[in-house]
């Protein structure tokens, strides 16, 4: 050994004698039947090499081994290493009595423990696709459900899906092997004189895992629609400001994207105790009606006036009951009628509501306290550049108060979030801190509230730990470098020797460390690279040990990490040729590329069916929000002492440093960690690249959701000059190619129309009129090629791409094809008639040339 070796050694065996041998073994805090667990040790105070078996046994006798692995600690590896287990599903015992709880042992010449585990037959991803959310009694049911195991691989497992009426009696049971991952299953022919309403579908696994999954379908007599009508009112709610004059705009648009020229305009109003309740007070002498010119018409509507008939006299009268509107619009050109409604608006004396979002309500004495207030308006929605203020008080253990200076912060306009920071002294138990808006246009009694409390963390010997990190909580991306901030505060500082790390994602360990302590520094970086498998959340905790006049402790702290959402196989499609619309019947290419060998799925859906039923989430949004409920942590971080943090982070642990979690129980959890994704992070990027205001206020107008008209034709109203231009257009590009979310606008249908095109050379007859196609499964090795020709129908349709690889899961972006002729014959047709029934067929004839033509 040379003389550098040796000094190393000894220095490494000097640490080792100041410190007490303690161990610290780390686990998710459930088991799942048939996954991959990662089991941690990390052991302090040694100098020589040793072994440990890590087992899943058998409870309560242990007389059978599920699973085990072998481990050997020594300085190479930082006495840190760590053990994959996985209980197969054949081993247990299942029928009336399954196993519900084995033991994690872990021995070693040093050390032996054990504890008792719960598990879940819990295991993996079911997601049912159906070719579209409504249908008539007629038609059947196209389904194919997406399976991922654990590991978001195919799961490959034979399933089972259970159709179930509105009453809840099964209709059909059917089971298909699964070979790739996306299973096909048989149409569902929808039986003979249904219950109408909605229908569930359920996914589940033949044997040995208890996973679901779920999805809905409704089934009604409805007819597509001819154009889309949609209410936009000025806000989500009503208070004060605008009881007497409250702007509605209502726009009407073809599915094939141009505006309805004109058309007469009904509205009526109501008022409803509860969006659950059906039942409205229609205001009769309410009741307007306008002319919609070029696609828009506008009102105001006076709620003072209004409410005198049903004898209400103030908005203290209406508060938290809805204003109810109802639309119809009836077409000039062809007498066709379309309606709408805004089921409520609600009546507010406070438009906002606040809560706390990545705000753990745990401190640390004398080391800042991070808080994040949310301001939302009366309809869940995120409300940017609203001033709030924050009074706090802090607690000693004297139980001595002391009020701290008031702090003002304005929320931002892409999460509608303010943010504080504290400095907490050193003999805090206890903080108290109300949150208020301060809205200038506000009176007092209309500000919105809220107060709560924070206690302080727990330790034997006043040691404490506390994770920053420099990015202002956004979420990360992968490939980005995690830099994470630890600060430790002990009277025994100068005895910590390690920093040791855990990440966790969707229940599992998925990555470790160790760092040793800088000398002679109050704080230390730790590096970190965000990756795939962290998506689309994760939770670090810290942890170190620190040996005090009578023991070791174990001092913790944990954070939620928001990873931004993004497939681990990019999946991509789009048309060729490329263009802003094609012809009915022509002929396009369909081209698919992935970042590695995979199976897609393709629908086309044609967009006016979701006006039957406009309450889909982007759909790569649904998916993680399935992957999040794995995580088996809650809040945004931190605890009231060691245990808690490690439970609250989704952890369980073994150690003699001088702490126990067998008191910790689990309970629901209720904390609200993120603010919202992707949108409007990427609005604030784009507007922050403009300095001055006028630019930067053209960016968020172009990013303000407006569903029936284009960039361009929203551009063509813009000016202010070239540079609000430019801003106004890449947001309002970014906007809508990332925005798919709920809405206000709801839409009834009208009749069934036929689109016969009529050029003035030859006629022709257009006849295919889906309302769904393209059901189809591709094999994509990185690149594929498919041609198609399109139906007839004059609209937009959306084609949605599904790929499933062994890196998991992605959605495409939805591909939106308009389907135009500027000269059409439209036919309005019932969707079914009776032998026998006498029909009247009407005819209107939409020419969108600039130039006349000859009559046929």
């Not at 590329?593 to 629908?603: I, K, N, R, Y």
Request: with cysteine.
């Amino acid at each position: 050994m040379g003389l550098l070796g040796l000094l190393c050694f000894l220095i490494f065996l000097w640490k080792s004698w100041g410190q007490e041998q303690t161990y610290v073994i780390s686990a998710p805090k459930i088991f799942r039947v048939g996954a991959s667990e990662n089991i941690v040790i990390q052991a302090y105070g040694y100098t020589e090499e040793f072994d440990a078996t890590i087992s899943i046994k058998s409870y309560p006798d242990k007389k059978f081994t599920y699973s085990s692995g072998y481990v050997s600690l020594s300085s190479e590896n930082k006495f840190q290493n760590s053990a994959i287990l996985t209980i197969q599903p054949k081993q247990l015992s299942g029928g009336q009595n399954p196993v519900s709880y084995v033991y994690l042992e872990v021995v070693s010449k040093h050390f032996s423990k054990s504890k008792k585990m719960p598990i879940t037959y819990d295991n993996g991803f079911l997601f049912i696709h159906t070719d579209k959310p409504v249908y008539t009694p007629h038609q059947s049911v196209k389904v194919r459900v997406y399976s991922l195991n654990d590991d978001l691989k195919p799961a490959k497992r034979e399933t089972v899906l259970t159709f179930t009426d509105p009453e809840g009696s099964e209709v059909d049971i059917v089971e298909e092997n699964d070979y790739t991952g996306i299973i096909s299953f048989p149409d569902f022919k929808i039986p003979s004189n249904p219950k109408y309403g909605v229908w569930t579908i359920r996914a589940k696994y033949k044997e040995d895992f208890s996973t679901t999954g779920t999805t809905y379908f409704e089934i009604k007599e409805y007819v597509l629609p001819h154009f889309s009508v949609s209410i936009e009112p000025e806000s989500n709610f009503i208070s004060y400001k605008n009881f007497k004059n409250f702007e509605i705009t209502i726009k009407a648009r073809y599915f094939y994207n141009k505006v309805v020229t004109e058309a007469d305009v009904y509205i009526a109003f109501g008022i409803r105790e509860d969006l659950q309740d059906d039942r409205k007070e229609m205001m009769e002498k309410a009741m307007r009606n306008t002319m919609l010119i070029n696609g828009i018409a506008q009102v105001t509507f006076d709620s003072e006036m209004a409410i005198k008939e049903l004898s209400y006299d103030s908005l203290e009268d209406l508060n938290n009951k809805y204003l109810y509107i109802a639309v119809t619009v009836i077409e000039s050109t062809g007498g066709f009628s379309e309606e709408a409604e805004v089921p409520g608006i609600k009546y507010v004396l406070s438009p906002y509501r606040l809560n706390l979002v990545a705000t753990p309500l745990f401190l640390k004495p004398g080391i800042p306290y991070s808080i994040k207030v949310q301001v939302k308006d009366s309809l869940d929605q995120l409300v940017g550049g609203v001033p709030v203020t924050l009074n706090a008080q802090t607690i000693d253990e004297n139980q001595e108060t002391s009020d701290m200076e008031p702090k003002k912060s304005v929320t931002r306009l892409n999460d509608g979030v303010a943010s504080f920071v504290v400095n907490l002294p050193s003999g805090v138990v206890m903080l108290k801190f109300d949150v208020k808006t301060d809205a200038p246009d506000l009176p007092e009694e209309n500000q919105a509230s809220k107060s709560y409390q924070a206690i302080a963390y727990s330790s034997l010997s006043q040691s404490y730990l506390y994770i920053d990190w420099t990015e202002n909580h956004k979420a990360l991306l992968v490939g980005e470098h995690l830099n994470i901030i630890v600060t430790p505060k002990s009277p025994y500082i100068d005895k910590i020797t390690h920093y040791n790390y855990l990440i966790l994602s969707k229940g599992k360990i998925i990555h470790f460390g160790t760092k040793g302590k800088l000398s002679d520094s109050s704080y230390q970086s730790i590096n970190i690279p965000v990756t795939q498998n962290m998506v689309p959340s994760a939770r670090l905790l810290v942890y170190y040990i620190v040996t005090g006049e009578q023991t070791a402790e174990l001092v913790s702290d944990s954070v939620w990490l928001n990873i931004e959402e993004k497939c681990g196989n990019q999946l991509q499609v789009h048309l060729s040729p490329n263009a802003d619309a094609y012809s009915p019947g022509q002929t396009v290419s369909l081209n698919m590329a992935t970042e590695m060998d995979s199976w897609v799925a393709l629908t086309a859906v044609d967009s006016a069916v979701y006006g039957v039923q406009r309450k889909a989430k982007k759909p790569m949004e649904r998916v993680f929000q399935v992957l999040e409920k794995s995580d088996l942590g809650c809040g945004a971080g931190g605890g009231r002492n060691n245990a808690n943090v490690f439970h609250l982070a989704g952890l369980t642990f073994l150690t003699n440093a001088n702490a126990d979690d067998s008191q910790e129980n689990d309970e629901p959890c209720k904390e609200i960690l993120r603010p919202r994704r992707m949108l409007q992070q990427k609005i604030e990027e784009a507007a922050a690249k403009y300095k001055h205001q006028i630019p930067k206020k053209c960016c968020y107008d172009g990013a303000r959701r407006v569903d029936d008209e284009t960039c361009e034709q929203r551009l063509a109203r813009v000016t202010r000059g070239p540079f609000c231009v430019r801003a106004f257009n890449e947001c309002c590009t970014i906007a809508s190619q990332l925005r798919d979310a709920d809405s206000h606008k709801h839409m009834q249908l009208g009749r069934l129309h036929m689109k016969t095109l009529l050029p003035v050379s030859k006629p022709e007859i257009r006849s295919y009129f889906p309302e769904s196609w393209l059901w189809e499964v591709h094999h994509v090795p990185k690149r594929n090629q498919l041609q198609f020709v399109l139906p007839d129908s004059l609209t937009t349709w959306e084609i949605q791409g599904v790929g499933i690889s062994n890196s998991g899961i992605c959605v495409a972006d939805t591909l939106k094809a308009k389907v135009f002729q500027d000269v059409f014959l439209e036919m309005n047709i019932p969707y079914s008639v009776v032998r026998g029934e006498q029909i009247q067929l009407k005819g209107t004839v939409y020419n969108y040339r600039t130039s006349g033509m000859h009559h046929l």
